[in-house]
């Protein structure tokens, strides 16, 4: 058999031969991709933790802190008051994530920012990995475009800070990668130690750093035993031996380990059953499931990304055959980790938006392979040109090299239309994006007003949580170590569970009979919608407090929060005579005058309370001023006056209802939106999907007052395109729902966002 065609010349370091210039530009263009993806990734590290799947990252936390504390080596994510038994730990994933957050704990303490740091780090060192890959493996340009390719992508972006599975066994397994190659071109001991260590790491990752390992080491067999003719001689087949029997040794060792562990402590069948639900659904044809999730793989990828990512395919594994050279392999190894965890395990990827996040790696060495390709071409263009105008060209592999890397900027930077704003996207919906429809809860006030009740609850007991609380781990997390207890029923009088420190509850996912009852039978501390009592204190008239919200500053913006405001807890007797009218209880009106907004529709139903018809009228003409006037009219004689919509940090639209007394069944004022075009410059298609995004009432329409106006704040998480926002009513249970009188169908218009 021929050998096969011969490679580009190397220096004595192993690398391909290059340009200094074309170092230099490679080299800068590393160096922009890498601060800018730290600083995307480094972005609101030190804020608190909250709902979506950004959630999960504070249960690195919980975890940490037992394995510390009761000295143990597997994962518990719930708090205990004695050692947890091994039927405790989690065991669907190797637990190296765990340990590593562990560790940076150890160091550090109890921190929000210790439940991102992992990542963080991680991906800081990503894109000078790709660099160097792509460096090693072709020339300085390819691992350029590697580099900035990855740091584009709406996926890499929303994930960067993702204390996950993906990101450290991407980071971990290319610095195993680089080890291999360089270990092939140098024979040197220390590049061995680097691929070892790399592979050892991401196999402690998750399973797919298996399927990574495995088609590697079954190349390796090809490459080195069954037709080494196809790929020419081996630089030092001893090291090479010593790579595969260490590496397929690894991760022998490392699987036998896991399954060891989790037999051990009872987890395997829970293993087993696990991703035998992942992977449920598989019958249903590939064609059928990527069309229902066309809309996920494009906002996360973009069209442009992904023609690229098929076209790239069918090149790295022509240069494979072609070429036979054993590197080109390595874009292909991580298509085929990429597309076993997101074809095989098809549950996971139906409610998981980042499931695809192994293809980030496999694009970026696969445009690195793009760049590789088309510089010799152009290179070869260029010095026809020049000599027809010139009669003779000398080549130019620099310029060459820079065409190349200018040609690769045009997709990239479409991909950067999409791929930066989706970041936006994705940290202020907890990384959820679209959630295909649902509800989408940010939980930043909820995360405040744990901070400030936290002090009033004792170190030991347990806080018991109605199921409106929606607990997530960033809620545990925030309450410091403490005994958490969800999806608890409303305390009866004198009847709370023994050791029980606090009951908390979100009254707007609370019915009006549950709120009742706390109201009657404790004293409730009320911030915003959230109440909290304690078991043992005698009861008492609601005591009330609101946040009074700003915009964050440049440093806040950055480092805590750039997805929600700075907020601060404050009595409000305003809201604490709204309440307490609304639940029987003795109330005083404030005698200072009203400023804000909301203080003027409290101060308007007082007067109309009162039977002062004058102030009320005044009253309201004054708040009339400060909306967008809506006048949409229902049938139980409720009416929509008008909106106020403030844009920043967490845009907010406030809707502003005259009502025309109680409801007779369980109404719910509600929003919904709809895209309507899409978004300027984008590729991506439009989002189809009807949003659910008005929160239901923390007072109750049952309880409304003939006469009283009420107000409801609605979070706006803007979607790409122009989407249109309706108001409506709906009914929890059993009832029917008022009709707008005017507005058509879907509800009256409120709000339009281009």
Same mark, same amino acid.
């Not at 592999?397 to 994705?426: F, Q």
């Not at 959230?530 to 480092?559: G, L, M």
């Not at 009420?710 to 989407?723: F, L, M």
């Given at each position: 058999?021929?050998?096969?065609?011969?490679?580009?010349? !190397?220096?004595?370091?192993?690398?391909?031969?290059?340009?200094?210039?074309?170092?230099?530009?490679?080299?800068? $263009?590393?160096?922009?991709?890498?601060?800018?993806?730290?600083?995307?990734?480094?972005?609101?590290?030190?804020?608190?933790?909250?709902?979506?799947?950004?959630?999960?990252?504070?249960?690195?936390?919980?975890?940490?802190?037992?394995?510390?504390?009761?000295?143990?080596?597997?994962?518990? %994510?719930?708090?205990?008051?004695?050692?947890?038994?091994?039927?405790?730990?989690?065991? &669907?994933?190797?637990?190296?994530?765990?340990?590593?957050? +562990?560790?940076?704990?150890?160091?550090?303490?109890?921190?929000?920012?210790?439940?991102?740091?992992?990542?963080?780090?991680?991906?800081?060192?990503?894109?000078?990995?790709?660099?160097?890959?792509?460096?090693?493996?072709?020339?300085?340009?390819?691992?350029?475009?590697?580099?900035?390719?990855?740091?584009?992508?709406?996926?890499?972006?929303?994930?960067?800070?993702?204390?996950?599975?993906?990101?450290?066994?991407?980071?971990?397994?290319?610095?195993?990668?680089?080890?291999?190659?360089?270990?092939?071109?140098?024979?040197?001991?220390?590049?061995?130690?680097?691929?070892?260590?790399?592979?050892?790491?991401?196999?402690?990752?998750?399973?797919?750093?298996?399927?990574?390992?495995?088609?590697?080491?079954?190349?390796?067999? =090809?490459?080195?035993?069954? $037709?080494?003719?196809?790929?020419?001689?081996?630089?030092?087949?001893?090291?090479?031996?010593?790579?595969?029997?260490?590496?397929?040794?690894?991760?022998? =060792?490392?699987?036998?380990?896991?399954?060891?562990?989790?037999?051990?402590?009872?987890?395997?069948?829970?293993?087993?059953?696990?991703?035998?639900?992942?992977?449920?659904?598989?019958?249903?044809?590939?064609?059928?499931?990527?069309?229902?999730?066309?809309? %996920?793989?494009?906002?996360?990828?973009?069209?442009?990304?992904?023609?690229?990512?098929?076209?790239?395919?069918?090149?790295?594994?022509?240069?494979?055959?072609?070429?036979?050279?054993?590197?080109?392999?390595?874009?292909?190894?991580?298509?085929?980790?990429?597309?076993?965890?997101?074809?095989?395990?098809?549950?996971?990827?139906?409610? &998981?938006?980042?499931?695809?996040?192994?293809?980030? +790696?496999?694009? +970026?060495?696969?445009?690195?392979?793009?760049? +590789?390709?088309?510089?010799? $071409?152009?290179?070869?263009?260029?010095?026809?040109? /020049?000599? !027809?105008?010139?009669?003779?060209?000398?080549?130019?592999?620099?310029?060459?090299?820079?065409?190349?890397?200018?040609?690769?900027?045009?997709?990239?930077?479409?991909?950067?239309?999409?791929?930066?704003?989706?970041?936006?996207?994705?940290?202020?919906?907890?990384? /959820?994006?679209?959630?295909?429809?649902?509800?989408?809860?940010?939980?930043?006030?909820?995360?405040?007003?744990?901070?400030?009740?936290? @002090?009033?609850?004792?170190?030991?007991?347990?806080?018991?949580?109605? #199921?409106?609380?929606?607990?997530?781990?960033?809620?545990?997390?925030?309450?410091?170590?403490?005994?958490?207890?969800?999806?608890?029923?409303?305390?009866?009088?004198?009847?709370?569970?023994?050791?029980?420190?606090?009951?908390?509850?979100?009254?707007?996912?609370?019915?009006?009979?549950?709120?009742?009852?706390?109201?009657?039978?404790?004293?409730?501390?009320?911030?915003?919608?959230?109440?909290?009592?304690?078991?043992?204190?005698?009861?008492?008239?609601?005591?009330?407090?609101?946040?009074?919200? /700003?915009? @964050?500053?440049?440093?806040? %913006?950055?480092?805590?929060?750039?997805?929600?405001?700075? /907020?601060?807890?404050?009595?409000?007797?305003?809201?604490?005579?709204?309440?307490?009218?609304?639940?029987?209880? @003795?109330?005083?009106?404030?005698?200072?005058?009203?400023?804000?907004? #909301?203080?003027? !529709?409290?101060? &308007?139903?007082?007067?109309?309370?009162?039977?002062?018809?004058?102030?009320?009228? $005044?009253?309201?003409?004054?708040?009339?001023?400060?909306?967008?006037?809506?006048?949409?009219?229902?049938?139980?004689?409720?009416?929509?006056?008008?909106?106020?919509?403030?844009?920043?940090?967490?845009?907010?639209?406030?809707?502003?209802?005259?009502?025309?007394?109680?409801?007779?069944?369980?109404?719910?004022?509600?929003?919904?939106?709809?895209?309507?075009?899409?978004?300027?410059?984008?590729?991506?298609?439009?989002?189809?999907?009807?949003?659910?995004?008005?929160?239901?009432?923390?007072?109750?329409?049952?309880?409304?007052?003939?006469?009283?106006?009420?107000?409801? @704040?609605?979070?706006? !998480?803007?979607?790409?395109?122009?989407?249109?926002?309706?108001?409506?009513?709906?009914?929890?249970?059993?009832?029917?729902?008022?009709?707008?009188?005017?507005?058509?169908?879907?509800?009256?218009?409120?709000?339009?966002?281009?």
């Amino acid at each position: 058999m021929r050998s096969p065609p011969p490679a580009p010349p !190397r220096g004595p370091d192993g690398l391909p031969v290059a340009d200094p210039r074309e170092e230099r530009v490679a080299r800068v $263009a590393m160096i922009v991709a890498t601060v800018w993806f730290t600083l995307a990734a480094g972005w609101e590290l030190f804020g608190p933790l909250l709902a979506g799947h950004y959630a999960s990252s504070a249960s690195m936390g919980i975890i940490a802190e037992n394995m510390l504390r009761w000295r143990i080596a597997g994962p518990v %994510w719930e708090y205990t008051t004695s050692a947890p038994p091994p039927s405790m730990y989690y065991c &669907h994933h190797p637990w190296g994530i765990f340990w590593t957050t +562990a560790a940076l704990t150890k160091v550090f303490g109890h921190h929000d920012f210790i439940c991102r740091l992992a990542p963080v780090l991680l991906s800081a060192v990503t894109p000078p990995l790709l660099h160097a890959i792509g460096r090693a493996v072709w020339r300085p340009i390819a691992g350029a475009v590697a580099a900035l390719s990855f740091v584009v992508l709406p996926i890499t972006l929303a994930f960067a800070n993702f204390n996950a599975l993906e990101v450290p066994v991407i980071a971990w397994s290319l610095l195993g990668v680089w080890g291999f190659v360089r270990m092939t071109q140098t024979g040197k001991r220390r590049h061995l130690a680097a691929a070892l260590i790399g592979t050892l790491l991401a196999l402690n990752g998750d399973w797919p750093a298996f399927v990574l390992a495995g088609a590697l080491l079954g190349f390796g067999v =090809l490459r080195a035993y069954v $037709a080494p003719s196809l790929f020419g001689k081996l630089r030092s087949e001893h090291r090479y031996a010593q790579w595969w029997v260490l590496t397929s040794s690894l991760s022998v =060792l490392t699987f036998l380990l896991y399954i060891w562990l989790f037999q051990k402590a009872g987890k395997l069948d829970d293993l087993f059953g696990s991703y035998g639900q992942r992977s449920s659904g598989n019958a249903v044809p590939l064609s059928a499931v990527l069309a229902s999730r066309r809309y %996920w793989i494009e906002l996360t990828f973009t069209p442009i990304a992904i023609a690229l990512g098929k076209f790239a395919a069918i090149v790295a594994l022509l240069r494979l055959v072609v070429l036979r050279r054993e590197h080109e392999i390595i874009p292909l190894v991580y298509l085929a980790m990429a597309t076993v965890q997101y074809v095989v395990f098809k549950q996971g990827a139906d409610i &998981h938006v980042f499931w695809p996040h192994y293809f980030g +790696a496999y694009f +970026a060495l696969a445009m690195g392979a793009l760049a +590789a390709t088309l510089a010799p $071409a152009i290179g070869w263009i260029d010095e026809g040109i /020049r000599r !027809r105008r010139h009669g003779k060209a000398d080549r130019a592999p620099a310029r060459a090299a820079m065409i190349t890397l200018g040609v690769a900027m045009v997709p990239i930077l479409a991909i950067a239309r999409d791929g930066i704003p989706a970041l936006h996207y994705a940290r202020e919906t907890g990384g /959820r994006f679209n959630e295909k429809g649902l509800l989408i809860h940010s939980d930043g006030a909820k995360t405040a007003f744990l901070r400030f009740v936290d @002090p009033t609850i004792p170190r030991t007991g347990t806080v018991e949580m109605h #199921e409106g609380m929606k607990t997530t781990w960033g809620q545990v997390w925030t309450l410091g170590g403490r005994l958490v207890a969800q999806l608890r029923p409303v305390p009866a009088r004198g009847k709370t569970s023994a050791g029980t420190s606090a009951y908390l509850a979100d009254t707007r996912f609370m019915l009006d009979a549950a709120q009742s009852e706390l109201a009657s039978g404790f004293h409730v501390t009320a911030v915003g919608p959230f109440w909290k009592v304690a078991p043992n204190e005698a009861a008492a008239p609601i005591d009330a407090f609101s946040f009074v919200e /700003r915009e @964050p500053s440049w440093w806040e %913006w950055y480092f805590v929060s750039g997805t929600e405001p700075h /907020r601060e807890v404050v009595a409000d007797p305003w809201l604490t005579w709204e309440l307490r009218t609304h639940f029987g209880q @003795p109330a005083v009106a404030p005698t200072e005058a009203p400023v804000t907004l #909301e203080q003027k !529709r409290i101060a &308007h139903n007082i007067a109309v309370a009162a039977g002062d018809e004058a102030r009320a009228g $005044a009253l309201m003409d004054e708040i009339c001023k400060a909306l967008t006037p809506v006048h949409a009219k229902f049938d139980d004689g409720s009416e929509l006056v008008g909106s106020t919509y403030h844009e920043g940090a967490r845009s907010l639209l406030t809707l502003y209802v005259l009502a025309g007394g109680p409801s007779v069944a369980d109404v719910q004022l509600t929003v919904r939106s709809r895209v309507t075009k899409a978004a300027t410059l984008s590729l991506t298609v439009l989002d189809g999907t009807e949003r659910e995004v008005g929160i239901p009432l923390g007072l109750a329409p049952q309880r409304w007052k003939k006469g009283f106006l009420y107000s409801d @704040p609605v979070a706006i !998480r803007k979607r790409p395109g122009t989407e249109v926002f309706r108001a409506s009513y709906w009914v929890r249970g059993r009832g029917v729902a008022p009709k707008a009188l005017i507005g058509g169908v879907g509800g009256v218009e409120v709000l339009t966002l281009r």
